[in-house]
């Protein structure tokens, strides 16, 4: 499939590398209220680096680093992409998994030399009644084998460059900014405080990314949901006007109106500012 195939440049804007797919989403544009973005991949660039592996139960960090990418070479999902990265540097083998999971919003599980493997976040955990003894970390991807908690990787990621500038822009403009992730509250709070976001919405499931966006949209008019995930991708298609980065899996770019090619957080300013003065233009 060749989901950009369906998309067309307007002069200045695919000079931007702002791609819509049709004239409809730049009138809808101009009447946006709200703004909501997805934080990994989005605001951040999602590429993970690990910061720290938390051991329990005799497993060592390089046991966790390859059960881990085990299950992990799988997934699309950022966090799994830069696990699996992080083992080959190490230059791990990279074991094969079988009977593979992925459970959107949480995590994976798969058996890994007939060991049942789970490597996901706090609720998938909590999902399988693996006890986490570890204190709560921004982003953390937990390990349970065999229904033993094995430790955790700690991984960390870079805020854009543009994203405070950009956030600052769309507020002048008088939109209302929110995040909406999946991430744990303090990844999420984090992210918020550095780039000026004061309404934050953590550990949303993909369907409660959804009704989260539809509560917003009820509260302040028209919305633009931005993001790159395959779990934003229902919430893409139900905005008002739907924005995929170009970095984003196939499945966003396929159900939004609008591409970011350049995948920068300042195409969102522009290219409200471009679809008002185009409507002026037009008028
Ligand atoms: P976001 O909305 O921030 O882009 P997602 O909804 O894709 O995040 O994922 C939410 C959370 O679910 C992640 O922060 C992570 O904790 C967990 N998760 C999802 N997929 C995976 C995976 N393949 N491996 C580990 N954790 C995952
Ligand atoms: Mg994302």
Known sequence: SVPLAFFAGIGNASRHGILFKDGAAIE??????????????????????????????????????????????????????????????????????????????????????????????AVFMQDYDIQINDAAEKTAVYLAVDNKYAGCIILGDQIKDDAVSAIAGLKKQGISVAMLTGDSSEGAAAVADKTGIDMVHAKLLPDEKLSTMQKIRAEKGKILFVGDGINDAPVLANADVGAAMGSGADAAIEAADVVFMTSRVDAIPYALRLAKTTRAIAV
């Not at 997805?38 to 966790?64: A, C, M, S």
């Not at 799988?74 to 696990?83: D, E, G, N, Q």
């Not at 699996?84 to 959107?104: C, F, G, H, N, Y």
């Open 28 to 121: 809808a544009l101009t009447q946006i209220k709200a703004a909501a973005l997805d934080k990994t991949g989005t605001i951040t660039h999602g590429v993970f680096d690990v910061q720290k592996i938390k051991t329990h139960n005799g497993f060592t960090e390089n046991i966790i680093l390859q059960l881990c990418a085990a299950v992990e070479n799988a997934s699309t999902h950022p966090l799994a992409v830069s696990i699996v990265r992080q083992a080959k540097e190490k230059t791990l083998k990279i074991l094969p998994a079988v009977d593979v999971e992925e459970v959107p919003g949480k995590g994976v599980k798969a058996y890994v030399e007939n060991k049942k493997v789970l490597c996901g976040n």
